[in-house]
């Protein structure tokens, strides 16, 4: 399973700091940590039960679900910025992603000819 961090957190590496909840973690123990607790298939188990309880007649394609993890900051150690306040935010994201990529309209006949040469190499 895959996390991707983003914004800020996109540009840390594991040796900057963290401040949440009135507790300072370098970053690679909290991504080790996420990666862990993700890893755990009865993470993934009871989060498709608990979508099979409350979606028993649907279960919509585009699932996004924000957790909102309250005031934090981050220390980066190779910035001269200092602490950074904002909110930390957790999203956990169903996607589906289907085999067959979706083949682009093309508008000339040139893009035609470049759709064929792409089908057939």
Request: hydrophobic share 35%.
């Amino acid at each position: 399973m895959a996390i991707e961090y983003k914004g800020y957190l996109k540009d840390t590496n594991g040796d900057d700091i963290l401040d949440w909840n009135n507790n300072a973690y370098k970053l690679n123990q909290v991504k080790d940590w996420l990666n862990t607790v993700l890893e755990n298939r009865n993470i993934i188990a009871f989060i498709d039960k608990q979508i099979k309880e409350k979606y028993s007649n649907y279960i919509p394609i585009n699932f996004c679900h924000i957790i909102n993890g309250g005031n934090a900051r981050v220390l980066k150690g190779n910035s001269s910025e200092g602490w950074k306040k904002g909110k930390l935010q957790f999203k956990l994201v169903l996607e589906f992603i289907p085999d067959e990529p979706e083949i682009p309209e093309y508008k000339s006949p040139l893009d035609e000819i470049r759709r064929e040469m792409q089908q057939n190499s």
